[in-house]
T-cell receptor, first 113, second 116 residues
Framework: GNSVTQMEGPVTLSEEAFLTINCTYT??????LFWYVQYPGEGLQLLLK?????DKGSNKGFEATYRKETTSFHLEKGSVQVSDSAVYFC????????????FGKGITLSVRP | GAVVSQHPSWVICKSGTSVKIECRSL??????MFWYRQFPKQSLMLMAT?????????EQGVEKDKFLINHASLTLSTLTVTSAHPEDSSFYIC????????????FGPGTRLLVL
């Protein structure tokens, strides 16, 4: 079956530090890959996505590249802000299964001033 | 655009009672709606998928008689937790997809249920 593995958290960084959150996946077929963010007290929001190999998704300074050879979709940001503090979920969508999403466990990012 | 709301945002109930949670797509017609459950510090677990006018498809291990899902219109789905028990306490989240953008799910803010 499909699965998504995220690095263990939580992660605490100082403002303007570089961020990498690792995500690897196992899937049959050709899934689309997503990063969702959940700010405190709010629902999940789509941060970025990539639908095929070598695609790069980007939004709000965050980037992730769909790497088929390493089955990875690591999230990066060059300079984090306090407002980036949230829980980040990596997910994949199986186009052959009604676009059901399989989520990783999520990782909490705290950015201190 | 693509806003999904849930009501109530939190609910406390006594053991043995039933609780209904509503999920609405406010500015689009939702071809499919999903219901998830999120335990503290854990990921989202898909409970069921529902399409308007048809029966929901439940994931393995989810009791369909306990978690009743009704998708009566293209903008409304409801989840009823019947005869709730303390172990049903959790954060319930819905999401919806719109026609032509089936891969992107728009999430509601969630409903926190506490069963005493």
């Amino acid at each position: 079956g499909n699965s998504v593995t995220q690095m263990e958290g939580p992660v605490t960084l100082s403002e303007e530090a570089f961020l990498t959150i690792n995500c690897t996946y196992t899937a049959t077929g050709y899934p689309s890959l997503f990063w969702y963010v959940q700010y405190p007290g709010e629902g999940l929001q789509l941060l970025l996505k990539a639908t095929k190999a070598d695609d790069k998704g980007s939004n709000k300074g965050f980037e992730a590249t769909y790497r088929k050879e390493t089955t990875s979709f690591h999230l990066e940001k060059g300079s984090v802000q306090v407002s980036d503090s949230a829980v980040y979920f990596c997910a994949l969508s199986d186009p052959g299964a009604n676009s059901k999403l399989t989520f990783g466990k999520g990782i909490t990012l705290s950015v201190r001033p | 655009g693509a806003v999904v709301s849930q009501h109530p945002s939190w609910v406390i109930c006594k053991s043995g009672t039933s609780v209904k949670i509503e999920c609405r797509s406010l500015d689009f017609q939702a071809t499919t709606m999903f219901w998830y459950r999120q335990f503290p510090k854990q990921s989202l677990m898909l409970m069921a998928t529902s399409n308007e006018g048809s029966k929901a498809t439940y994931e393995q291990g989810v009791e369909k008689d306990k978690f009743l899902i009704n998708h009566a219109s293209l903008t409304l789905s409801t989840l009823t937790v019947t005869s709730a028990h303390p172990e049903d306490s959790s954060f319930y989240i819905c999401s919806a997809t719109r026609a032509g953008l089936a891969e992107t799910q728009y999430f509601g803010p969630g409903t926190r249920l506490l069963v005493l």
